[in-house]
């Protein structure tokens, strides 16, 4: 499937229409940003690592019954992806303390949240992505209650599955950002699933594994994200 025009630019993500209406090239760039774009690079390999990350990750979760829009891997940084109508609300499930969370209730990092605690925010970079709640979706229309109810269970439907499949890898699953669309009425998780929207650490040391690394200079960004791969046995060529 070749791409025609370029239908949307993201900050590390540019999507394609196809000759198919209800499809889309999904191109992964090696832009990498921080604290909603105001921090930019270019890190080379990121486009592939993630590209192929995300495709092993929704691959598993679609075979587990999640539905998602990934279609196929097209080539080392491009995937086709199902055009979803997506909802402006990013979910985020957070398993241990890490990031806003930390800085907003005044938790120590690396506290456990049992059950996992699960959070909206408004997807605006000029706003900073604000959290809200579930009246501010009703009352600005982003979705519908049973839309919300159903983002909530399959994001904890992912957390089941994914916190399993990265405890097997060595990782703890400390949080991830979700971002669903509609297609066609169904519920369907798009966007992407890869170590620049989650968190990860190294179950012996706590050793950062995932855009942290970046956000807080600690180097070595794509070398930890290969790690994660090499030890999820997501082929990387
Ligand atoms: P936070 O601690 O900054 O709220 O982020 C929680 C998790 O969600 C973390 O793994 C990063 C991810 N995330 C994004 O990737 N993009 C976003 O816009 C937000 C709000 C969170
Ligand atoms: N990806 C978002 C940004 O570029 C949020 C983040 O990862 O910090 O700002």
Known sequence: MQKIDLLYKGKA???????QADLL????RNDTSAFDGKKLEQLARKGE????FNAFIMEYLSNNGVPTHHVALLSANQSLV??????????????????????????EEGKVLEPAVFEFFYKDDSLGDPMINDSHVITFGWATDAQMQEMKALSLRVNELLSQLFDQAGLYLVDYKLEFGLHQDQMVLGDEFS???????????????????????????????????????????
Not at 25 to 28: A, F, H, I, P
Not at 207 to 226: H, P, T
């Open 25 to 28: 090239v999904m191109e992964y």
């Open 49 to 52: 690592v993630n590209n192929r």
């Open 13 to 19: 993500k540019s999507a394609y229409t196809t000759e």
């Open 82 to 107: 199902k055009r979803l109508q997506m909802l402006p609300v990013e979910c985020v499930v957070r398993n241990r303390a890490a990031g806003s969370i930390c800085r907003r209730l005044g938790l």
């Open 195 to 237: 170590p620049d929207g989650c968190r990860l650490w190294d179950k012996q040391t706590l050793e950062k594994m995932d855009k942290d690394r970046f956000r807080q200079g600690l180097g070595q960004v794509i070398e930890y994200y290969e790690e994660v791969a090499r030890r999820l046995g997501v082929p990387l060529n």
